[in-house]
Structure formats: structure tokens, C-alpha cells
């Protein structure tokens, strides 16, 4: 059963290229709802543990490297279907895949630094928004 929220992050790549507005207009516009959102980042810490899926990856130094680069927005979304519905507007992760109009097509410059996370799963939405969101966050 799906539920109507999900996790993103808009990293640091897009915020260091002045995408917030853009990515956060294409957002609303797909008809989803912000019900927690807060500029922050990351310390080597919490990177290391946001991301402790991908510790044994050989690309996870890089990624903690680069998720604590500079500043993010995280955010909780809510949308009926929101996980799939989010997935697909965010678009593939290579930005050289990924289709027209897509979040990840119009602000990502490689797969790397590919503008934005989005929950893979409800489990991991809940997850996630709790890593970075304390209850009283969340409207």
C-alpha cells in the first residue's frame, strides 16, 4: 500500500547553481504539497549515516564529500502516490537518460551531481523525512 509522502533533498550541486526556485516550482506545479522544508547541511556525520546503504560502495567517500560540500533543502512532500509520482518527475539518474521535463533533465549536470534525492520506497520516505524532520517540523 503506498503512502502520500516522501523525502527529497535538493543537493548541493543545484543550490550552489541557483536551482532552489526552479526545482521547488516544478514541485508545485506536479501538484505536490511542502509539509516540512528546511534549508541546513550536512555534516561528514550525518552524510555518513543518511547514506549508510552505500558504505561499502566504492563511490561513498565521494558521496559524503560531496552531500557536505555546501548547503541543502530538505523536504517532505505529500501527493497521493507521492513515492512513484515523485520518481518519475524527478527523472533518471544519469541526466543524459533522464526524460524531457524532468527535474533531473532540466537542473542536473551529470550522475554524480544529479540536482536531487528522492525516496526510492514508502519504508525509506518515513525514514528519511525522520532523519531530518522532528514531529513538530512536519504540518
Same mark, same amino acid.
Do not use: C, W
Given at each position: 500500500?503506498?503512502?502520500?509522502?516522501?523525502?527529497?533533498?535538493? !543537493?548541493?550541486? =543545484? #543550490? &550552489?547553481?541557483?536551482?532552489?526556485?526552479?526545482?521547488?516550482?516544478?514541485?508545485?506545479? @506536479?501538484?505536490?504539497?511542502?509539509?516540512?522544508?528546511?534549508?541546513?547541511?550536512?555534516?561528514?556525520?550525518?552524510?555518513?549515516?543518511?547514506?549508510?546503504?552505500?558504505?561499502?560502495?566504492?563511490?561513498?567517500?565521494?558521496?559524503?564529500?560531496?552531500?557536505?560540500?555546501?548547503?541543502?533543502?530538505?523536504?517532505?512532500?505529500? !501527493?497521493?502516490? =507521492? #513515492? &512513484?509520482?515523485?520518481?518519475?518527475?524527478?527523472?533518471?539518474?544519469?541526466?543524459?537518460? @533522464?526524460?524531457?521535463?524532468?527535474?533531473?533533465?532540466?537542473?542536473?549536470?551529470?550522475?554524480?551531481?544529479?540536482?536531487?534525492?528522492?525516496?526510492?520506497?514508502?519504508?525509506?520516505?518515513?525514514?528519511?523525512?525522520?532523519?531530518?524532520?522532528?514531529?513538530?517540523?512536519?504540518?
Amino acid at each position: 500500500m503506498s503512502t502520500n509522502r516522501t523525502f527529497t533533498m535538493i !543537493k548541493p550541486d =543545484a #543550490v &550552489e547553481n541557483g536551482h532552489i526556485g526552479g526545482i521547488l516550482e516544478k514541485i508545485s506545479s @506536479a501538484g505536490f504539497k511542502i509539509v516540512a522544508m528546511k534549508y541546513t547541511q550536512l555534516s561528514t556525520r550525518d552524510a555518513e549515516a543518511f547514506y549508510a546503504v552505500h558504505s561499502e560502495r566504492p563511490f561513498f567517500g565521494e558521496l559524503v564529500e560531496f552531500m557536505t560540500r555546501g548547503p541543502i533543502v530538505a523536504a517532505i512532500l505529500e !501527493k497521493d502516490n =507521492a #513515492v &512513484e509520482d515523485f520518481r518519475a518527475l524527478i527523472g533518471a539518474t544519469n541526466p543524459a537518460e @533522464a526524460a524531457e521535463g524532468t527535474i533531473r533533465k532540466l537542473f542536473a549536470t551529470s550522475i554524480g551531481e544529479n540536482a536531487v534525492h528522492g525516496s526510492d520506497s514508502d519504508e525509506n520516505a518515513a525514514i528519511e523525512g525522520a532523519f531530518h524532520f522532528s514531529g513538530r517540523e512536519i504540518f
